[in-house]
């Protein structure tokens, strides 16, 4: 998300009774808010998730500004000019509630709801691809250098000149003898040439051979060089294409979905108008719960409210949490002393909180009513009832509370004839027959003038089974339905002091609750589901997953397993950071002893018992 400082921390779909709701759970550090979003549709959900974020957007926007002007302002006389405008703007803020939102048309806009964000991802820049390689030059063939043949000797060479002597000229036998023996030396060098030139032949072959073999291997490396050369581009060629195709089919991709997304959404929100328009239930209710998130309080204020609309009378409830005396402005000026160079808060007297905490309290009661039926454009809405609770330690005992302080049910009819510019909001309240004590900071709690209905039709009669245990009952060898009413009247032992209600539902075991415990408080309170399994083996992710998805199904705030065995680590890895509490043999015997009851489990004699039995 683009908010600072948001986290959604789950989100997830579960499924149960062929229905699916989905739960978002959002906090702002900053802020310090905590939210729990449900819806049966998930792009609804995540438009939940923006309406809430832009608003949070809005109050963290504020505080930041707040923070960086302290921050950068040195000066104290603009420190305290601008704590002062504070101050006011607070004060000013708080004491006209009711007027800050009669200028401003709270019908909800449809168009505004639906998303025309555009698809701001742009395509990759095209590539640059690698320049061509330069091949080398085909190499050359050497010069050989060729031997030269020797040539023949002649005999008329001078060295085959014969030399005759004196005597040689006498004796010509001797003169022949010469000759002859020249003749022999002639045709000896003759064939030692002849030999020499063969073997220069041979020599002068071998080397242009050897040359034409050396010349084909280079030729062949050549090739070889310039082909991986020119492989190894082409490769790196293909390779950045098709890495910018695929970036492209991605965008290309991304952008179809984003679009598909966004249509879905919007259709989404058209089908929403049009249940709005045939006045549906869940619809009416969610359209009043985007009114009401839509209006903008002091930043201190808590904002969170509980809707339950009846078709039937077309009437509206609403309980709502108001701010408390320590969420209200303390003070109504700040001065620049610059004698002591001190900057003081003027604070408002205890009799001025009082009387502002009842305007406002007054004006939001008001308020809120004239946003729900303004905005009515299909007039679903005759009547709204409005429940006012204020949560605060009781300075008494030193617990905390909740109390409705404030009630008031008013028509339509009735509530469009007034002025609310004109009014003084105290007597308009008493004017509409409201409900509430005359010093409404005195938090005297008053009852409602008409309750939320928390009845569910599966409840069934239940019946004490903790009289009956010793610790020579074995639980988990106990019938199933005692079982569930023993975890029952436990669990109503447990939340004695919160004032919850625990009851059993009926033998079907229907929607895979077993029992079920409503906490009164309209805020912090709600619906919890228990599922009690009395198990001899380890109970499974499974069963965790499935009680998951009964909670969002039965739109509980909590959900219990209770088992006589153990839990597998899949299943405590599925509960952690939901809205699950997972209880073993060992804590079910401790929850006992806790409220004076003793018993044992022994899964060994559990088995040997239902096997005897042939018990599945």
Not at 28 to 51: A, F, P, Q, S, T
Not at 281 to 309: D, G, H, K, M, R
Not at 514 to 534: E, N
Not at 559 to 571: E, S, W
Request: some cysteine; glycine content about 4%; hydrophobic content about 35%.
């Amino acid at each position: 998300m683009k908010y600072e400082k948001l986290n959604i921390k789950t989100i997830n779909g579960y499924y149960a009774n062929y229905d699916r709701k989905y739960i978002a759970e959002l906090t702002h550090e900053g802020l310090k808010e905590n939210k729990v979003l449900v819806d049966r549709d998930n792009n609804m959900l995540k438009r939940k998730i923006n309406i809430l974020a832009e608003k949070w957007d809005v109050k963290w926007k504020k505080l930041c500004e707040k923070k960086e002007k302290e921050k950068l302002i040195k000066d104290l006389e603009e420190l305290t000019r601008i704590k002062d405008s504070d101050v006011k703007i607070f004060l000013e803020e708080t004491k006209n509630i009711l007027n800050n939102t009669l200028e401003i048309d709270d019908t909800i806009d449809w168009e505004l709801l639906k998303d025309t964000s555009k698809f701001d991802k742009r395509k990759p820049k095209t590539p640059e691809f690698p320049t061509k390689p330069k091949l080398k030059g085909k190499p050359k063939k050497k010069s050989i250098s060729v031997k030269k043949e020797i040539t023949l000797p002649k005999l008329t060479d001078k060295k085959y000149e014969l030399k005759l002597s004196f005597f040689d000229r006498i004796f010509k036998k001797r003169s022949l003898k010469k000759k002859e023996y020249q003749e022999l030396i002639f045709r000896q060098d003759i064939e030692a040439a002849k030999e020499s030139n063969s073997i220069i032949k041979l020599e002068n072959e071998r080397a242009i051979k050897n040359e034409e073999e050396s010349y084909l291997k280079r030729v062949e490396s050549w090739e070889n060089e310039n082909k991986n050369k020119i492989k190894e581009w082409e490769n790196e060629c293909k390779k950045i294409s098709k890495k910018y195709d695929d970036e492209c089919k991605k965008i290309n991709d991304e952008r179809e979905l984003f679009y598909q997304e966004r249509k879905k959404i919007n259709e989404l929100i058209d089908i929403f108008k049009i249940k709005y328009s045939n006045l549906e239930t869940e619809a009416i209710e969610q359209y009043c719960n985007l009114v009401l998130s839509n209006s903008i309080y002091p930043s201190s204020f808590p904002q969170s409210f509980e809707l339950e609309y009846s078709k039937n009378n077309k009437s509206l409830i609403v309980d709502y949490r108001l701010p408390t005396l320590e969420d209200l402005p303390k003070v109504k000026e700040v001065k620049f002393f610059k004698s002591k160079k001190e900057i003081k808060e003027i604070p408002l007297s205890q009799s001025e909180i009082n009387k502002l905490f009842d305007s406002s309290i007054y004006q939001i009661c008001l308020r809120t009513i004239h946003e729900l039926i303004e905005a009515d454009s299909v007039n679903a809405i005759d009547m709204v009832t409005f429940n006012g609770f204020v949560k605060f330690i009781n300075k008494a005992n030193g617990k905390e509370e909740n109390s409705c302080i404030i009630s008031l049910q008013v028509s339509k009819e009735e509530f469009i004839s007034i002025n609310l510019s004109r009014v003084e909001p105290k007597d308009c309240f008493k004017g509409l027959k409201g409900v509430g004590s005359s010093k409404l900071h005195g938090l005297s709690a008053i009852k409602p003038i008409l309750d939320m209905d928390r009845s569910d039709s599966r409840i069934a009669e239940s019946y004490s089974v903790v009289g009956d245990l010793d610790d020579s009952v074995n639980l988990a060898m106990m019938d199933w339905e005692d079982f569930e009413n023993l975890v029952r009247e436990l669990f109503a032992k447990e939340f004695t002091n919160e004032g919850a209600e625990v009851h059993v539902t009926q033998a079907s075991r229907d929607g895979g609750v077993d029992a079920i415990a409503f906490d009164p408080d309209p805020i912090r309170g709600g619906k919890m589901v228990i599922q009690a399994k009395r198990y001899t083996n380890v109970v499974g992710v499974s069963a965790v997953r499935d009680l998951y998805g009964t909670v969002v199904n039965e739109g509980a705030i909590k959900g219990i397993l209770v088992t006589t065995a153990d839990y597998g680590p899949d299943a405590y890895k599925f509960a952690k950071d939901k809205p699950l509490t997972l209880l073993n043999g060992n804590n079910l015997l401790h929850m006992l002893m806790k409220h004076g009851t003793k018993a044992k489990i022994d899964i060994k004699e559990a088995k040997k018992y239902f096997k005897e039995n042939s018990e599945k």
